[in-house]
T-cell receptor
Framework: DGGITQSPKYLFRKEGQNVTLSCEQN?????MYWYRQDPGQGLRLIYY???????QKGDIAEGYSVSREKKESFPLTVTSAQKNPTAFYLC????????????FGDGTRLSIL | AQSVSQHNHHVILSEAASLELGCNYS??????LFWYVQYPGQHLQLLLK??????LVKGIKGFEAEFIKSKFSFNLRKPSVQWSDTAEYFC????????????FGGGTRLMVKP
């Protein structure tokens, strides 16, 4: 079955540490997205990528970095510069051919130790 | 930039009650509209979408939504809820000036009492 796989499901970060969240899709989608979900704030866009080797900042990119070396992979690094990283992180993808909904992964919950 | 408002943050209903969740957006141009649902412990799933045509859109599990352009609204409805509808519901908007980016509302957490 095609879908989006996020790993790990739960992740802990120590102060001053960078951590990387994985997102892989086998839907052959062009565009991929990273969102942060906080209670009462819905989903806020961190970064998105419309094609390989290209990505743009979303609304809350500070303290995060991404790469898009392969079409199927869009890892997100939460750097030590992100002062409030505790959240639920969702990866999504979408075909770029015409309008269409985004498909979401199961998410990664990141907590601070 | 567009914004999306969901005015009800928490809704508690008894089974068989009718449901209406509000969604308003701020963009004046052409929009694509979506409702997503997140059941406990599961990923976000598309409930229904509006691109064009009939403003009354029917989705899965008996849900429907009506696009009222003059009110910038896309409210979600269901005539009779079930306990299994307990979930968090997100409205999302894709504006024609935003490429394929979605702007999400803050979500509404629905609890249906058996």
């Amino acid at each position: 079955d095609g879908g989006i796989t996020q790993s790990p499901k739960y992740l802990f970060r120590k102060e001053g540490q960078n951590v990387t969240l994985s997102c892989e899709q086998n839907l052959n989608h062009d565009a991929m997205y990273w969102y942060r979900q906080d209670p009462g704030q819905g989903l806020r866009l961190i970064y998105y990528s419309q094609i390989v080797n290209d990505f743009q900042k979303g609304d809350i990119a500070e303290g995060y970095s991404v790469s898009r070396e392969k079409k199927e992979s869009f890892p997100l690094t939460v750097t030590s510069a992100q002062k409030n990283p505790t959240a639920f992180y969702l990866c999504a993808s979408r075909t770029d051919r015409g309008a269409g909904p985004q498909h979401f992964g199961d998410g990664t919950r990141l907590s601070i130790l | 930039a567009q914004s999306v408002s969901q005015h009800n943050h928490h809704v508690i209903l008894s089974e068989a009650a009718s449901l209406e969740l509000g969604c308003n957006y701020s963009y004046g141009g052409t929009v694509n509209l979506f409702w997503y649902v997140q059941y406990p412990g599961q990923h976000l799933q598309l409930l229904l979408k509006y691109f064009s045509g009939d403003p009354l859109v029917k989705g899965i599990k008996g849900f429907e939504a009506e696009f009222i352009k003059s009110k910038f609204s896309f409210n979600l409805r269901k005539p009779s809820v079930q306990w299994s509808d307990t979930a968090e519901y997100f409205c999302a908007v894709n504006a024609d000036n935003a490429g394929n980016m979605l702007t999400f509302g803050g979500g509404t957490r629905l609890m249906v009492k058996p």
